[in-house]
């Protein structure tokens, strides 16, 4: 059998002259005690001391002053978080919390009597040997928890054209690796929570709150910075805003009386708290952006006892189920989701008494959530208020208030809070081992009774004056309340038709702004118009004085032959008659398009591309020219266009030409045919 493994303990005491608010490193005597041997050193310096309790890793660090280390207590917790987690830190002189007493007089106490003053050495060792005989208190900095965080190792800064790329790359193998996380953590059954921002593209970050040790949370998940994939993994102890000193009664059930708390949760990135005890006060309004499960707790725990939890949303978020299961309270969710009018409207109301306003929309939920609660059960809390007051009982509102909030009936309440007060008055009346003859008073006996139940009456009747005037000063102070309560009703109702009011005035300007926003919008539109016309206006002018000089011909333009298009032109035009036309796309005009373009009186059709057969007989049959565009020089400016009248006349001439040639070619077609016609009926004739 293997013998157990010898404790190792550290004491060290800060040197005279040294002070650890100074500029320079603060110098110490320590004491490193293994079994009975005990080794000292002198003149260590704070990051010596450091360098030293990683190296040796002792059980115990002992002090009699933990302040010695560092000038304020966030320094001090942040020196004792860089310790190993395994050794423990006790300041053998006790605690402000639980009581200090003298390091001599403790000394002497345990046998250990120091010479005189002890100087730095010899106190460094006697807070070591007071430590390993388990005098002290333990003082703790690090929660029951860890923190684990999955962000970009590297800063994603302007770049060429692989940085969409990276960003995109890295914002999904950040995604894998918190996947992989979760899955580790699901299948080693911890409990945690996390909170993630979410891209396009994966995830930028995300953060774990486990609920356990941070050995063993290292143990599965283990920190790294990945360069080439851009992901830095970060595993860390949380750590307490302030010192804790704990103490043997710490470690067991706490019997004070607690404040009963009623709390409002807005779950999210930034976490909202609301908390009010369970009369309706309320005594405090949170808020922390990235808080863990146990910083809730603990907040909650330093106000008072939870006994419900309650959200504004349904179903409960995740979140809000898991603190609400830790606590072992009530959970509470509206029937229906609050709008955000209605948030507004509970928690002003609720507020107002206490004179605590939300800071943020987030405590704003929580509130709401916290008044919701109460007027879900403002019923049942009126009730039991008027029952305590006629069994005289309104000193246990609160315990009884408690348990309507845990879904028990007012008649159930009261019963269970009358059967617990009875059973801590009632005496236990002693058993009889004998029996007892039966004997008669004598007179003297009964006078005597007499007068002790005279003396009873007189008392009962003094007690009865004394409740009838009790009740009569109740019955006051209730009016009181009644018209205290009328007149908070009524500037209520002036507070909310203020806020009814400053609503309805935020409505009107939010549609002023959108409608001064769509105004703007269509002078914008307007504008554009405006300039596109002046451009069109200057380019018809310009195309005018170049018409009248006669070097160009004007011409309009169809963007594709359609009677669809024509009809366009037609209206924008009117009965002016269009004298050329330029038509982009000819192809799927047939007769008919042909008709309704000769209908508006053109007399020159300038085509790019072929057009149909159908077409050209009819503008062929009305005389109208259609003349090729790439034998022509054509500019476009918006939506007119110009020729140069040299090359149109000369596309005239040789359109002229060629038809004349056609005509006479057809006009000599036709004589023959007519001549054989006429031969062919001589030859019948004959």
């Not at 725990?301 to 299961?325: H, Q, Y």
């Not at 002790?452 to 006051?476: C, D, G, V």
């Not at 504008?527 to 018809?540: A, D, F, P, S």
């Not at 669809?564 to 038509?583: A, F, H, P, S």
Request: with cysteine; glycine share 4%.
């Amino acid at each position: 059998m293997s013998e157990p493994e010898s404790q190792v303990l550290i004491g060290f005491d800060i040197l005279p002259r040294h002070s650890p608010s100074s500029k320079t490193q603060p110098r110490y005597a320590i004491a490193i005690m293994k079994d009975e041997h005990v080794e000292t050193f002198n003149m260590v310096r704070r990051h010596k001391l450091l360098k030293m309790i990683r190296q040796i890793v002792p059980h115990v660090l002992a002090t009699d002053n933990i302040m010695e280390l560092a000038p304020t207590e966030k320094t001090v917790i942040e020196f004792l978080s860089k310790i190993p987690v395994r050794t423990k830190v006790i300041q053998v002189t006790g605690s402000p919390i639980h009581g200090m007493i003298p390091l001599t007089t403790l000394a002497k106490r345990h046998g250990l009597k120091p010479l005189g003053h002890p100087n730095p050495v010899e106190t460094a060792v006697l807070v070591a040997k007071l430590a390993s005989l388990g005098v002290g208190t333990e003082i703790a900095v690090l929660a029951r928890e860890t923190k684990i965080v999955v962000s970009r190792a590297r800063t994603v800064r302007t770049g060429g054209f692989s940085q969409g790329r990276f960003q995109r790359r890295m914002h999904g193998a950040i995604q894998q690796i918190s996947r992989d996380i979760k899955e580790k953590l699901v299948k080693n059954e911890l409990d945690f929570d996390y909170f993630e921002t979410s891209t396009a593209h994966g995830l930028s970050r995300c953060v774990f709150f486990i609920y356990d040790s941070f050995e063993r949370v290292v143990a599965i998940v283990q920190p790294h910075d990945n360069r080439a994939a851009g992901v830095l993994v970060r595993v860390s102890p949380v750590k307490h805003r302030s010192i804790v000193y704990l103490s043997p009664a710490s470690k067991e059930a706490d019997s004070r009386v607690r404040k009963r708390l009623v709390v409002g949760i807005d779950a999210g990135t930034t976490i909202g708290i609301a908390v009010a005890d369970v009369t309706g006060k309320l005594l405090a309004l949170l808020s922390g952006k990235g808080m863990s499960r146990g910083e809730v707790i603990r907040s909650l725990i330093d106000i008072g006892s939870p006994v419900l939890i309650a959200t504004d949303v349904t179903p409960a978020p995740s979140f809000v189920e898991k603190l609400s299961k830790t606590l072992k309270t009530q959970l509470f969710t509206p029937r229906r989701v609050l709008s955000v009018v209605e948030k507004r409207e509970l928690a002003s109301a609720f507020s107002a008494p206490s004179g605590l306003k939300p800071s943020n929309s987030h405590q704003r939920d929580a509130l709401a959530a916290v008044a919701a609660v109460f007027q879900a059960y403002e019923r049942k809390l009126d009730l039991l208020q008027k029952r305590l007051l006629e069994i005289g009982r309104l000193q246990v509102a609160e315990e009884a208030a408690t348990l309507i909030l845990r879904d028990f009936s007012v008649h159930d309440a009261v019963k269970q809070i009358l059967d617990a007060a009875k059973a801590s008055q009632e005496p236990v009346a002693p058993q009889k081992t004998a029996r007892h003859r039966e004997k008669h008073p004598s007179s003297d006996e009964l006078s005597q009774m007499v007068k002790r139940l005279q003396r009873q009456i007189e008392s009962l009747q003094r007690q009865l004056e004394y409740e009838k005037t009790q009740h009569q000063e109740s019955l006051k102070d209730r009016q009181l309340y009644k018209d205290e309560l009328q007149a908070t009703r009524r500037q209520l109702d002036r507070v909310l038709r203020l806020e009814k009011r400053e609503q309805r005035m935020d409505e009107r300007l939010q549609q002023r702004e959108r409608e001064i926003k769509r105004l703007r919008q269509v002078v914008g539109e307007l504008r554009v118009q405006i300039e596109g016309m002046k451009r069109t206006l200057m380019n018809m002018t310009l195309m005018r004085r170049l018409e009248l000089r006669g070097e160009v011909q004007p011409f309009h333009i169809l963007h594709r032959f359609s009677q669809e298009e024509i009809r366009i032109l037609r209206e924008r035009y009117g009965t002016k008659r269009v004298k050329c036309v330029y038509i982009i796309n000819p192809s799927g005009g047939g007769a008919t398009t042909a008709d309704r373009l000769i209908e508006l009186g053109v007399k020159i059709v300038i085509s790019k591309g072929k057009m149909s057969h159908l077409a050209l007989f009819q503008f062929k049959a009305a005389q109208i020219p259609v003349l090729e565009a790439s034998e022509m020089k054509i500019t476009i400016i918006d939506e007119f266009g110009m020729v140069d009248v040299q090359q149109l006349e000369q596309q005239l001439t040789e359109w002229q030409k060629i038809h004349l040639e056609k005509e006479r070619e057809a006009a000599a077609d036709a004589l023959e045919k007519l001549i054989e016609k006429y031969r062919q009926e001589r030859r019948q004739g004959s």
